[in-house]
């Protein structure tokens, strides 16, 4: 089974600087989808980024960036340019492409805190 | 751009009572998953239907039994509530394709008193 793991349930960024929040993912798939979704406190769940295994380059929309490092099987989000916006948990999730289990498995979560 | 709508937003059951959950996709996708977040919790799949036809099971309790309609819109039902039933239920809907992002709903906040 395929377990995804959130080593930092609480981290804390000054406004205007850069964190990186960390995941690792245990899996024997060769292919699969990697996301990265936020939960303010509204709970909605929003989705920031997401990676396909097979693609070397890392994804990034805007400020959030990723370093996917398959063989070490790490996730990592990275958030420039931080604001106050950005103050949310964090949930790393993992997904295989094919077959009948579309489900998405999901971190701990990371609480972010966002100081001005 | 629409997103995925679920109904009621909130609700309050005493044990052992009975709750109906809906879910209405984004138009065009194909398929629906439900989520529970307790407490404090990260997401856990309940269940998803693909086409109207049940694709995968995860941990769902017995009590628990939902549906995919013809409009592809789906129900939750919840009988015998316990207070452990208490969470977050969200849905998820997505189009089956090659990277099949999920976007979640609102959620339904359900309370078991």
């Known amino acids: 089974a395929q377990t995804v793991t959130q080593s930092q349930p609480e981290m804390s960024v000054q406004e205007a600087e850069t964190v990186t929040l960390s995941c690792t993912y245990d899996?024997?798939?060769?292919?699969?989808?990697l996301f990265w979704y936020k939960q303010p406190p509204s709970r909605q769940m929003i989705l920031v980024i997401r990676?396909?295994?097979?693609?070397?380059q890392n994804a990034t929309e805007n400020r959030f960036s990723v370093n996917f490092q398959k063989a070490a099987k790490s996730f990592s989000l990275k958030i420039s340019d931080s604001q106050l916006g950005d103050a949310a948990m964090y949930f790393c999730a993992y997904r295989t492409p094919s077959g009948s289990a579309r489900q998405l498995t999901f971190g701990s979560g990371t609480q972010l805190t966002v100081l001005p | 751009a629409a997103g995925v709508i679920q109904s009621p937003r909130h609700l309050i059951k005493e044990k052992r009572e009975t709750a109906t959950l809906k879910c209405y996709p984004i138009p065009r996708h194909d398929t629906v998953y439900w989520y529970q977040q307790g407490p404090g919790q990260d997401p856990q799949f309940l269940i998803s239907f693909y086409e109207k036809m049940q694709s995968d099971k995860g941990s769902i309790p017995d009590r628990f039994s939902a549906q995919q309609f013809s409009d592809y819109h789906s129900e939750l039902n919840m009988s015998s509530l316990e207070l452990g039933d208490s969470a977050l239920y969200f849905c998820?809907?997505?189009?089956?394709?090659?990277?099949?992002?999920?976007?979640f709903g609102p959620g339904t906040r359900l309370l078991v008193l």
């Open positions: 899996t024997s798939e060769s292919d699969y989808y």
């Open positions: 998820a809907s997505s189009l089956v394709a090659a990277v099949e992002t999920q976007y």
């Open positions: 990676q396909e295994a097979y693609k070397q």
